[in-house]
T-cell receptor, first 114, second 115 residues
Framework: KAGVTQTPRYLIKTRGQQVTLSCSPISGHRSVSWYQQTPGQGLQFLFEYFSETQRNKGNFPGRFSGRQFSNSRSEMNVSTLELGDSALYLC?????????????FGQGTRLTVV | GNSVTQMEGPVTLSEEAFLTINCTYTATGYPSLFWYVQYPGEGLQLLLKATKADDKGSNKGFEATYRKETTSFHLEKGSVQVSDSAVYFCALSNAGGTSYGKLTFGQGTILTVHP
């Protein structure tokens, strides 16, 4: 069974640019969540999508957005990049129902903003 | 709201030593509790979980018991190996409502095991 796949693994962008990250969940999982990991703030929840709908959102500015496609693959977009957006972005997939909250993570995308 | 507090790190041990990493939580209702491990340059791997009070999660020699009376989920291993060196995260999930898909993490504990 294939795991969670995130692409690309590494990205270098310039301040002011925008970036799109991709996440393919485990087959059969309908929920995809995104997290930002930084040394200072730790792991912070960005948002969660289930069946193409955003069900939950963390406390991030509107520059951070996402979407989910009918095959459950998800993308997140960050516009007008700032130096502070440099982080490891992780996505997690799960079945998304009330009875099973077990989440499986991808290897992450390391974003560096210069 | 939900929160998770892990013991201050880093933790440095010799091989075959006993490991405890403390984790306490604050949450409404009956959350599920998890331990994740992160190796350098990697994502998070689920190490073990417990979904109700008094459940014991175990995997690869690691154990943790869900203690509702003390709101704790401490991670233990009887004999650590060099290969256990990693960052360990305690996390909780409250299914449903405004918590869908959201794991709340502790700050992480860096474990280094020396030969």
């Amino acid at each position: 069974k294939a795991g969670v796949t995130q692409t690309p693994r590494y990205l270098i962008k310039t301040r002011g640019q925008q970036v799109t990250l991709s996440c393919s969940p485990i087959s059969g999982h309908r929920s995809v969540s995104w997290y930002q990991q930084t040394p200072g703030q730790g792991l912070q929840f960005l948002f969660e999508y289930f069946s193409e709908t955003q069900r939950n959102k963390g406390n991030f500015p509107g520059r951070f957005s996402g979407r989910q496609f009918s095959n459950s693959r998800s993308e997140m977009n960050v516009s007008t990049l700032e130096l502070g957006d440099s982080a490891l972005y992780l996505c997690a997939s799960s079945r998304g129902d009330r009875t099973n909250t077990e989440a499986f993570f991808g290897q992450g995308t390391r974003l560096t903003v210069v | 709201g939900n929160s998770v507090t892990q013991m201050e790190g880093p933790v440095t041990l010799s091989e075959e030593a006993f490991l405890t990493i403390n984790c306490t939580y604050t949450a409404t209702g009956y959350p599920s509790l998890f331990w994740y491990v992160q190796y350098p340059g990697e994502g998070l791997q689920l190490l073990l979980k417990a979904t109700k009070a008094d459940d014991k999660g175990s995997n690869k020699g690691f154990e943790a018991t869900y203690r509702k009376e003390t709101t704790s989920f401490h991670l233990e291993k009887g004999s650590v190996q060099v290969s256990d060196s990693a960052v360990y995260f305690c996390a909780l999930s409250n299914a449903g409502g405004t918590s869908y898909g959201k794991l709340t993490f502790g700050q992480g504990t860096i474990l280094t095991v020396h030969p």
